[in-house]
């Protein structure tokens, strides 16, 4: 659903100023209306630059949104924390929190000083602030966004720790490949495993450029979501991702719907902090059920990649009424599932890539071997 940002005159003439979630523009004024605004400007907010080529990491808005918390916890005044930001922290939101800083000193709201700076912040977000904004309740929107972010920061760390040894063995591959090939070409030797050797190091060698390629597509947002499709269609290597899309969109969903969102915004702006086309199109389609009156727990269970477990947590907290600890409860279940999966990867890849040197070597040593025993007959006889 779009999300727009407004001008707008009250009873009293003032101008108001803020960003709002409707399906049109006559949607948004009508929601306007309600709120006894009248709208004088409406501009959809559009996704970022095209020359924002990278998706925006998650450990600088963790370090951000943690910084707002404790410090508006503290008491200290919002423009102040931010200012504090900016001058201690190295980060590439340094400037972001500066402009912030002036403006809301200024009286502007944070969300709109935020939306001003052009920074690319996931689409959920500044609704969010702006809804904690008007509710009160920015202290518990800073806490609940720097626990998200923490949580996906800790994913995106696991990720790189759990196939670093995979790229060990690889690399540890490549040399031992590489310094039989010299001691080999140094002897003069003319053996059959030499070409085989020359022809295996190029096909790593493309390996790795693909690999990097592929690293490259999947952090640029243009076509990330492509990349995304196609690990979501992997046998085996799938499903830990699968578990992590799932479970991204259910931390989302439940910091919105504690919020106040409504199910049927929350619902697409959940599935578009995940960044994938399946979810992002499910939820374009689901959320006219919701509106319709469909249980929240039975459209859930129509999005791809719910477990039936989760849909019957959800189910349990619709019937208690506590369904957003239930779907914190299904987020903290799919990332442990997740989380399980990419250390048994790394390590499955591990084993093979380690037996399948170990045997190379084991090739090579042999006929090295046999090519030092011919050398040496070679010189004897002569």
């Known amino acids: 659903m779009p999300v727009y940002e407004y001008e707008a005159r009250d009873k009293t003439g003032q101008i108001r100023r803020g960003i709002l ?14 709120q006894d605004l009248i709208a004088v400007k409406l501009k959809e907010q559009r996704p970022a630059s095209p020359l924002a080529l990278f998706r925006v990491p998650a450990r600088p808005l963790a370090v951000f949104f943690r910084h707002l918390y404790n410090t508006y916890r503290s008491g200290i005044p919002l423009s102040e924390s931010l ?11 340094r400037s972001v929190a500066a402009h912030a ?14 939306r001003e700076t052009g920074y ?18 920015l202290e518990q929107t800073f806490g609940h966004l720097a626990q998200h972010f923490e949580q996906e920061a800790e994913f995106e760390q696991e990720f790189k720790r759990g196939t670093i040894f995979a790229k060990a063995y690889m690399g540890c591959s490549i040399l031992a490949m590489l310094l039989v090939l010299s001691i080999a070409s140094s002897l003069g030797s003319n053996l059959p495993v030499l070409s085989t050797l020359k022809t295996g190091l190029k096909i790593l060698g493309a390996i790795i450029g693909l690999w990097i390629l592929w690293r490259i597509l999947a952090m640029t947002k243009g076509t990330a ?17 699968q578990k992590l899309m799932a479970a991204r969109f259910a931390r989302t969903m439940a910091l919105l719907y504690s919020s ?43 999005m791809p990649f719910m477990p039936p477990l989760v849909v019957q947590m959800l189910a349990t907290g619709e019937k208690s009424g506590n369904l957003d600890e239930s779907m914190t409860k299904a987020a903290e279940f799919l990332e442990s599932e997740a989380k399980t999966g990419f250390k048994a990867m790394p390590i499955v890849a591990g084993f093979a890539l380690y037996g399948f040197m170990i045997l190379l070597l084991v090739y090579l040593i042999i006929q090295m071997a046999g090519a030092l025993a011919g050398f040496y007959q070679g010189i004897m006889s002569q």
Do not use: C
């Open 120 to 137: 690319d912040f996931p689409m959920f977000v500044l609704p969010l602030i702006e809804a904690g904004e008007k509710g009160g309740r």
């Open 21 to 34: 979630i409707a399906v049109d523009p006559a949607d948004a004024t009508k929601r306007l209306r309600d």
């Open 260 to 302: 106040g969102f409504p199910p049927d915004a929350g619902l697409e702006l959940a599935a578009q902090s995940t960044g994938n086309p399946l979810i992002m199109s499910a939820a374009e389609r689901l959320k006219l059920n919701l509106q319709r009156g469909e249980k929240f727990s039975s459209v859930v269970g129509q």
């Open 225 to 241: 979501k492509y990349t995304d499709l196609v690990l979501m269609h992997i046998p085996i290597i799938s499903i830990p991702f």
């Open 83 to 93: 200012q504090l930001f900016a001058e201690t922290e190295h980060s590439p939101l």
């Open 101 to 114: 800083a002036k403006r809301v000193s200024e009286g502007i709201p944070l969300s709109q000083s935020l």
